[in-house]
């Protein structure tokens, strides 16, 4: 069993339909790190969070440590937010070593 | 002006042979990090580098020597280059070392033949 699942592995919505993409995680963190790669293959990283909830834009994304889960919603999608979408977190407490989820591959069609 | 930035972005070679992907970062970040993405997208950590000085060396094997001349620039050299050894490799970078936000550069895709 991976140290970080997410859920669902892949996803197709239309165009203005909400996201949710599902993050759990075995290990204790100090933070969880939420990551979007490009079909071109870039990545940037979208939230860091250790508690409660972050919004930026259309993104919102929430942690919920006790129950190690995070989840990262889309509002009013759009197909450029096409991509795959990559959880991360630390093996273990103030460490570098981030462990990654497989990637959510998410396609929004017009 | 781009943040991490990776040479080359694509590389054949055949098997056998020696290479190297160089990294710099121009955001003044003091910890810098190298990641192989594998066929399956799979990303994992490889090194990371905190003012030049080897932090995590993930089980990797020595045929792969990473460089941080200063804290800006990162390389990754890579010694009798196998089959498996074909991926994407990430470098990244971030302030601090539990990390922060991570800057990554392109990638550099590596194809053995």
């Known amino acids: 069993k991976n140290e970080v699942e997410q859920s669902p592995q892949n996803l197709t919505a239309q165009e203005g339909e909400f996201i949710t993409i599902n993050c759990s995680y075995s290990?204790?963190?100090?933070?969880l790190h939420w990551l979007q790669q490009h079909p071109g293959g870039g990545i940037v990283s979208l939230f860091m969070l250790s508690s409660g909830k972050k919004k930026h834009g259309r993104l919102i994304a929430t942690i919920n440590i006790q129950e190690k889960h995070s989840s990262l919603h889309i509002t009013a999608s759009h197909p450029r937010d096409s991509a795959v979408y990559i959880c991360?977190?630390?093996?273990?407490?103030?460490?570098?070593?981030?462990?990654f989820g497989t990637g959510t591959r998410l396609q929004v069609f017009p | 002006d781009t943040a991490v930035s990776q040479t080359p972005k694509y590389l054949v070679t055949q098997m056998g042979n020696d290479k190297s992907i160089k990294c710099e970062q121009n955001l003044g970040h003091d910890t810098m990090y190298w990641y192989k993405q594998d066929s399956k997208k799979f990303l994992k950590i490889m090194f990371s580098?905190?003012?030049?000085?080897?932090?995590i060396n993930e089980t990797v094997p020595n045929r792969f020597s990473p460089k941080s001349p200063d804290k800006a620039h990162l390389n990754l050299h890579i010694n009798s280059l196998e089959l498996g050894d074909s991926a994407v490799y990430f470098c990244?970078?971030?302030?601090?070392?539990?990390?922060?936000?991570?800057?990554f550069g392109e990638g550099s895709r590596l194809t053995v033949l």
């Open positions: 290990v204790g963190i100090s933070a």
């Open positions: 990244a970078s971030s302030q601090g070392l539990a990390p922060g936000e991570l800057f």
């Open positions: 580098y905190n003012n030049k000085e080897l932090i």
């Open positions: 991360a977190v630390p093996r273990s407490y103030n460490t570098d070593k981030l462990i």
